[in-house]
């Protein structure tokens, strides 16, 4: 392993340490537990020298004669001794492995607890992370990943902390009692193994870091799994309209057959790891058995402490064993930690600004903006300049991907880079003001709804900042023209929507969006082409709300049917990037230009 990926390592673990803190008082009394644990198993295995040597010893036979002593015949105090020993093991044995049960039970329940609170923990903080994250982050990001790291990358940490922190203390504290026992009965026997030890080091070494590396494209194999489950879920109609089923089927197929490719990887690591360390410590043992047949170290040997050394080499097998084989959870869940402190690292939003008001009047300008999204060489937008008065509405049209919706993201400062020019609300920068005060001055209805899990009156009320009534949203739900169907159905404003409003229609779902948007009340309204789901007597029969919502605000309204901007103050045709004409709905017309176009085109002479 390199010296810049041990540093690494170390560098992750220690910060990781840092979501142990809160948690010390449990964290001391499951390693006390744990300790105790290891400690019981080398004291039984202390305790098998006297029970051999002065419990039977006396009993064996004259190595001379075959006769039994005088002592063995119970002629003598030593018979008494003897059996004394005896007496005492059964006591002994069960008084050690209720210890060993009682710390069992405190290091397990107090490692699952710190695990489940650590899991819980930095699962929030990553969600928490996200809402604070720029929306270009998030648009650069494979969804499928995103929802990975909040379930999958945390899930190989609680294995990190948990189970691998159990097996690592536990049984490191039980491999250490065995050589203390070991050395304390017979230094020399116990000496071949410090010659295996370092063969094992360099063993666990070369294998941790390939399991680091396999573990982290796993991590990335399952971030694909997820994506493509995810894909298909919400196209779901559009796989069975298309006959899709075979062409989804072989998409998963390959990214699950890649999980399982990797899987493999670091199943033959462990795999190979494991039976290797058992083979180097067989040497070990050989050497012990083969060492205890010599004269010389027979002289200084008994039946008791042959054994001893014995048991606790056969003892520390399975503790070696385990160590080498959550090596392999240990690298996977610091692989995992990697990840996760990476995306923990990643600047929130720029929020520099200072301004606040409870209130705007809604002047909004655009002064010669140019704009370019990250990764693109020409410009998102280019040179855009116009004003709005409070209580005007601008409408923006023109062809799919002209910026209509960019310049909608820049007024809620979804994208804050500019390339030049300023946006000013107010006659105030867009930089200056502080994201939550600017943010609470716009109201946002696109044509992508977001509906949560929850009833119609909890989506109209979303987000709401103080409480509201029942009334409220009654009436925002009037001037959405929305109370139409919702009257309709058994349980009225309590009918719960289904996963983002599959319970509803396209134009139910886009009318309780707009009634969001009238109960937040906020001086400055985006419509992003918000009528684009609604029939045509849907959209008619809203217009009414929307005039409705449109007073006293300053209105941008994103539109493809030109029937609803005929009205607007202002018209501004982009395309490109550019404003390429403006003006209202007649002058647009008496034009002849682009807008004339799209207007003959949806409407004909």
């Given at each position: 392993m390199t010296t810049s990926s041990q540093s690494e390592v170390r560098v992750v673990f220690l910060r990781l340490l840092t979501y142990f803190v809160p948690l010390k008082g449990v964290l001391c009394l499951s390693v006390f537990g744990l300790i105790l644990y290891g400690l019981v198993d080398a004291t039984f295995i202390y305790s098998i020298k006297p029970f051999i040597d002065q419990g039977f010893a006396s009993n064996i036979p004259d190595s001379a004669t075959g006769a039994v002593s005088a002592v063995d015949l119970g002629m003598g105090a030593g018979f008494d001794s003897d059996n004394d020993v005896l007496r005492m093991a059964p006591f002994v044995v069960v008084g050690l492995f209720t210890l060993r049960g009682l710390a069992n039970f405190l290091s397990t329940y107090g490692i699952s607890y710190i695990s489940a609170r650590m899991i819980m923990d930095m699962r929030q903080q990553v969600f928490e992370h996200y809402l604070r994250l720029p929306v270009s982050y998030i648009d650069s990001e494979s969804s499928g990943n995103l929802i990975s790291r909040v379930t999958y990358d945390t899930e190989q940490i609680a294995r990190a902390s948990g189970s691998a922190l159990i097996?690592?203390?536990?049984?490191?504290?039980?491999?250490?009692?065995?050589?203390?026992?070991?050395?304390?009965?017979?230094?020399?026997?116990?000496?071949?193994?410090?010659?295996?030890?370092?063969l094992i080091g360099l063993v666990i070494a070369v294998v941790s870091r390939k399991f680091r590396k396999v573990s982290k494209q796993i991590q990335a194999a399952m971030g694909g799994v997820t994506s493509v489950t995810e894909q298909m879920i919400k196209g779901h109609k559009n796989v069975l309209v298309f006959g899709g089923q075979d062409t989804e089927s072989k998409r998963f197929a390959k990214v699950n057959d890649d999980n399982r490719s990797r899987t493999m990887k670091l199943a033959l690591a462990q795999s190979i790891s494991q039976p290797l360390v058992m083979v180097i410590g067989s040497f070990a043992l050989a050497f012990v058995l083969y060492a205890s047949s010599l004269d010389s170290m027979k002289a200084d040997l008994t039946a008791g402490t042959f054994a001893t050394i014995l048991a606790a080499m056969l003892a520390m097998l399975q503790p070696i064993k385990s160590l080498t084989r959550v090596n392999a959870e240990f690298q996977r869940g610091i692989a995992a930690c990697t990840t996760i402190f990476e995306l923990l690292d990643v600047p929130a939003e720029t929020d520099k600004g200072s301004f606040e008001t409870e209130r705007v009047n809604g002047h909004l300008s655009f002064k010669q903006v140019d704009f370019r999204y990250n990764n693109q060489e020409g410009l998102a937008l280019d040179g855009v300049d116009f004003s709005v008065k409070p209580g005007e509405t601008l409408a923006l049209v023109g062809r799919s991907g002209s910026g209509k919706s960019t310049i909608a993201s820049l007024i809620t400062r979804f994208y804050s880079d500019l390339e030049s020019g300023d946006i000013t609300l107010d006659d105030v920068s867009l930089r200056d003001y502080k994201l939550a005060s600017l943010r609470s001055?716009?109201?946002?209805?696109?044509?992508?709804?977001?509906?949560?899990?929850?009833?119609?009156?909890?989506?109209?009320?979303?987000?709401?900042?103080?409480?509201?009534?029942q009334e409220q949203i009654e009436h925002a739900a009037q001037l959405a023209n929305?109370?139409?169907?919702?009257?309709?159905?058994?349980?009225?404003?309590?009918?719960?929507?289904?996963?983002?409003?599959?319970?509803?229609?396209?134009?139910?779902?886009?009318?309780?969006?707009?009634?969001?948007?009238?109960?937040?009340?906020?001086?400055?309204?985006?419509?992003?082409?918000?009528?684009?789901?609604?029939?045509?007597?849907?959209?008619?029969?809203?217009?009414?709300?929307?005039?409705?919502?449109?007073?006293?605000?300053?209105?941008?309204?994103?539109?493809?049917?030109?029937?609803?901007?005929?009205?607007?103050?202002?018209?501004?045709?982009?395309?490109?990037?550019?404003?390429?004409?403006?003006?209202?709905?007649?002058?647009?017309?008496?034009?002849?230009?682009?807008?004339?176009?799209?207007?003959?085109?949806?409407?004909?002479?």
């Amino acid at each position: 392993m390199t010296t810049s990926s041990q540093s690494e390592v170390r560098v992750v673990f220690l910060r990781l340490l840092t979501y142990f803190v809160p948690l010390k008082g449990v964290l001391c009394l499951s390693v006390f537990g744990l300790i105790l644990y290891g400690l019981v198993d080398a004291t039984f295995i202390y305790s098998i020298k006297p029970f051999i040597d002065q419990g039977f010893a006396s009993n064996i036979p004259d190595s001379a004669t075959g006769a039994v002593s005088a002592v063995d015949l119970g002629m003598g105090a030593g018979f008494d001794s003897d059996n004394d020993v005896l007496r005492m093991a059964p006591f002994v044995v069960v008084g050690l492995f209720t210890l060993r049960g009682l710390a069992n039970f405190l290091s397990t329940y107090g490692i699952s607890y710190i695990s489940a609170r650590m899991i819980m923990d930095m699962r929030q903080q990553v969600f928490e992370h996200y809402l604070r994250l720029p929306v270009s982050y998030i648009d650069s990001e494979s969804s499928g990943n995103l929802i990975s790291r909040v379930t999958y990358d945390t899930e190989q940490i609680a294995r990190a902390s948990g189970s691998a922190l159990i097996t690592i203390v536990r049984d490191g504290i039980t491999v250490i009692g065995m050589l203390g026992v070991m050395f304390y009965n017979s230094w020399k026997l116990s000496l071949c193994i410090l010659i295996v030890g370092p063969l094992i080091g360099l063993v666990i070494a070369v294998v941790s870091r390939k399991f680091r590396k396999v573990s982290k494209q796993i991590q990335a194999a399952m971030g694909g799994v997820t994506s493509v489950t995810e894909q298909m879920i919400k196209g779901h109609k559009n796989v069975l309209v298309f006959g899709g089923q075979d062409t989804e089927s072989k998409r998963f197929a390959k990214v699950n057959d890649d999980n399982r490719s990797r899987t493999m990887k670091l199943a033959l690591a462990q795999s190979i790891s494991q039976p290797l360390v058992m083979v180097i410590g067989s040497f070990a043992l050989a050497f012990v058995l083969y060492a205890s047949s010599l004269d010389s170290m027979k002289a200084d040997l008994t039946a008791g402490t042959f054994a001893t050394i014995l048991a606790a080499m056969l003892a520390m097998l399975q503790p070696i064993k385990s160590l080498t084989r959550v090596n392999a959870e240990f690298q996977r869940g610091i692989a995992a930690c990697t990840t996760i402190f990476e995306l923990l690292d990643v600047p929130a939003e720029t929020d520099k600004g200072s301004f606040e008001t409870e209130r705007v009047n809604g002047h909004l300008s655009f002064k010669q903006v140019d704009f370019r999204y990250n990764n693109q060489e020409g410009l998102a937008l280019d040179g855009v300049d116009f004003s709005v008065k409070p209580g005007e509405t601008l409408a923006l049209v023109g062809r799919s991907g002209s910026g209509k919706s960019t310049i909608a993201s820049l007024i809620t400062r979804f994208y804050s880079d500019l390339e030049s020019g300023d946006i000013t609300l107010d006659d105030v920068s867009l930089r200056d003001y502080k994201l939550a005060s600017l943010r609470s001055q716009v109201a946002l209805v696109s044509q992508q709804v977001t509906l949560i899990n929850d009833t119609i009156a909890a989506n109209i009320a979303y987000a709401y900042p103080g409480v509201v009534s029942q009334e409220q949203i009654e009436h925002a739900a009037q001037l959405a023209n929305a109370m139409e169907f919702i009257e309709q159905l058994p349980e009225g404003l309590q009918t719960q929507v289904g996963e983002n409003g599959v319970m509803l229609s396209g134009g139910q779902r886009q009318r309780i969006a707009i009634a969001r948007a009238i109960l937040r009340d906020a001086p400055l309204l985006v419509l992003d082409e918000a009528t684009s789901a609604l029939d045509t007597e849907s959209e008619k029969a809203i217009q009414g709300g929307l005039d409705n919502l449109r007073q006293n605000r300053t209105s941008i309204v994103i539109a493809h049917r030109l029937s609803t901007i005929e009205n607007a103050d202002q018209i501004l045709v982009v395309d490109q990037g550019k404003i390429i004409e403006r003006g209202t709905h007649d002058s647009l017309l008496a034009k002849q230009g682009v807008y004339y176009n799209l207007y003959q085109m949806q409407f004909g002479s």
